[in-house]
C-alpha cells in the first residue's frame, strides 16, 4: 500500500509541517503523522451512507 505525503499539512497535535501521510484502504481515507502517530479518518460516501447513525466504521464486508 502506497502513503502518499500531504506537501504543507500541518499536524493538529503536534504542529509539524509536512509529516501527514494518506493512504486509502476500502474505501475509507486514513491520514496518518508520521512524527507523533496522530490518526484521522474519513470514509467514502457510499461508506458512510451504509453505516447506521451514531456507529463507528471499522469495515463494510459483503457476502458475493
Known amino acids: 500500500m ?6 504543507g499539512a500541518t499536524c493538529p497535535k503536534c504542529k509539524e509541517m509536512d ?3 494518506l493512504v486509502k484502504e476500502h474505501g ?3 491520514v496518518t503523522c508520521v ?11 457510499h461508506v458512510v451512507q451504509e453505516v447506521r447513525p451514531n456507529e463507528q466504521v471499522i469495515g463494510i464486508f459483503k457476502q458475493e
Open 2 to 7: 502506497k502513503k502518499r505525503f500531504i506537501a
Open 19 to 21: 509529516t501527514m501521510g
Open 28 to 30: 475509507v481515507e486514513t
Open 35 to 45: 512524527s507523533c502517530g496522530h490518526q484521522m479518518s474519513q470514509p467514502e460516501e
